[in-house]
């Protein structure tokens, strides 16, 4: 499972919405029960002790999936005004957009957030340029001190907005060393994406990952994230901006905040919630039991092997390949499918000659020569190369050996070590797949994604893994030319 993150132009995104959407900017800002309206769809509310999927309205008083139609008709409640509907059926679709207040669009938050990230600093570079109410605890920069005082320099969201490529490029050359190429980068990413850059929408995170917590019955009082206070806040602030008679400049300015604030209360949430050891990223996607794969202890393979081998221990070989041995052993040895699932039930534990003998077959028959592709992760690692490009060679006859097999040149990729770490191995079993997963081998793994030629900064390799990489990429480049000739490479940057 992959997990894409790219920018996207967010009017698309508006127009392409099949949901109900609310626009701040048509709501009055002094009526109660609009105001309510606006709370409700910013979070989500659990009056009980535990968070139930029976329909229900938005106090809780009429529930059940029954009352969703009754004799074609929508089923209400007295008490707060709303129909019977489904509420865990949300799919992360922001119900509430702020429009444009005025000529000026609103900027990606997600470049927003690029932009400052790379800037080394701990302040919002990109609010401190737009406004002059931004007063942050911590040391102006120099270069953002140079750039305010430059006389053609306008202190306000509309010039950041309308020059913010020339913006990016000042910065890239006066930020610290370190910055500087990944700013260079997002110039590339800005010339890419130039259609998603501006928006005359912008999405308001709702419900979908902000939870109030109240039970009537205990005296522990009600709950509530610091984050569902940020959201209603900055979306009570725009609504009345909307609402109200302001100056342009006032315009521009909430326009800035706005931004400024859906960026950080987003990365904050990630920050605090997705990300890290314990982060929902690890706990409910890398962790999360896969099709065809199976999460082993690992150990070092002690003969001579390859770099990108992989022995999978009996019992681990009989979970992820458990569909090819049943086709085997129902199509080809003429066995009912009971038989063979108590066949390999019984095996679990059990060294069996004949499924030893399908493994093989399945292993042999599999269009890559060198074994069966598959990808290997250690998990929580996230960096460059932590997820690799590997092939099953060989399924191990020790039943008691529990272990995977892997090169010990692949812990420095891997951030692990063999005293019980565990790896997730998931087979690759299409080629459209195996095409596409083939640049996260441990040879491409090893170079920069941002400067060719380069060793990623991240990976610390030795000479010898240099050196057996290098060998690797030759190795390959003469196989695809059928030659025979031997070479030998002392320096992996000989060969670039």
């Known amino acids: 499972m992959a997990v894409k993150n790219t920018l996207i132009n967010l009017d698309e995104y508006f127009n392409s919405i099949t949901i109900d959407k609310k626009i701040l900017n048509d709501y009055p800002y002094h009526r109660v029960e609009d105001r309510d309206l606006i ?10 002790d535990s968070i139930s999927s029976t329909p229900s309205c938005q106090c809780g008083k009429v529930k059940g999936m029954y009352k969703i139609v009754t004799s074609g008709t929508l089923v209400g409640c007295k008490e707060c005004g709303t129909n019977v509907e489904e509420r865990l059926n949300n799919d992360f679709q922001p119900t509430i957009w702020c429009r444009k207040l005025n000529d000026v669009p609103f900027i990606n938050p997600k470049l927003w957030l690029l932009i400052n990230k790379q800037c080394g600093s701990t302040i919002d570079t990109l609010l401190y340029l737009s406004t002059k109410s931004y007063r942050p605890k911590a040391t102006i920069k120099p270069f953002l001190e140079k750039i305010v005082k430059s006389p053609e320099f306008e202190r306000s969201y509309k010039y950041v907005a309308e020059n913010l490529k020339e913006i990016v490029i000042f910065l890239g050359k006066n930020v610290p060393k370190k910055n500087r190429l990944a700013l260079n980068m997002i110039l590339t990413i800005m010339e890419k994406y130039e259609d998603c850059i501006y928006s005359e929408y912008l999405p308001i995170v709702g419900k979908s990952l902000y939870l109030k917590e109240t039970n009537e019955t205990n005296t522990l009082g009600t709950f509530v ?16 901006a909307s609402s109200l008679k302001i100056s342009e400049e006032e315009e521009y300015k909430v326009m800035a905040n706005t931004i400024s604030s859906s960026a950080f209360s987003t990365f904050k949430f990630f920050n605090d919630y997705m990300s890290g050891k314990f982060g929902g990223s690890r706990k409910l996607i890398n962790a999360s039991k896969s099709f065809l794969g199976a999460r082993v202890v690992g150990s070092s393979i002690t003969r001579s092997h390859s770099i990108e081998q992989v022995e999978l221990p009996w019992s681990a ?10 086709n085997k052993l129902c199509r080809q040895r003429g066995m009912s499918l009971k038989h063979a699932n108590r066949l390999l039930l019984k095996s679990y534990n059990k060294y069996d000659p004949l499924l030893d003998e399908l493994f093989k077959e399945i292993i042999n028959e599999y269009p890559d020569p060198d074994g069966f592709a598959c990808m290997v992760l250690r998990n929580p690692t996230l960096k460059q190369s932590s997820l690799l490009y590997l092939k099953i060679s060989q399924i191990k006859t020790d039943v008691k050996d529990k272990t995977i097999g892997l090169s010990v040149l692949l812990m420095t990729f891997l951030a692990g070590d063999f005293d019980g770490d565990q790896y997730t191995c998931q087979l690759i079993p299409d080629r459209l797949s195996r095409v596409a997963l083939q640049s996260l081998e441990p040879a491409s793994s090893t170079f920069s994604t941002e400067v060719p030629g380069e060793i990623n900064g991240v990976i610390t390799l030795t000479k010898t893994s240099a050196t057996i990489i290098a060998s690797y990429i030759r190795s390959n480049e003469l196989r695809r030319s059928e030659s025979k000739q031997e070479i030998e490479v002392n320096n992996i940057f000989d060969l670039l």
């Open 39 to 48: 709370i409700n769809e910013l979070q989500t509310i659990n009056r009980g």
């Open 317 to 326: 070989g009989l979970i992820v390949f458990r569909p090819y041995l049943l």
């Open 225 to 240: 994230n610091k984050q569902n206070a940020t959201a209603i806040n900055n979306t009570f602030r725009f609504l009345k």
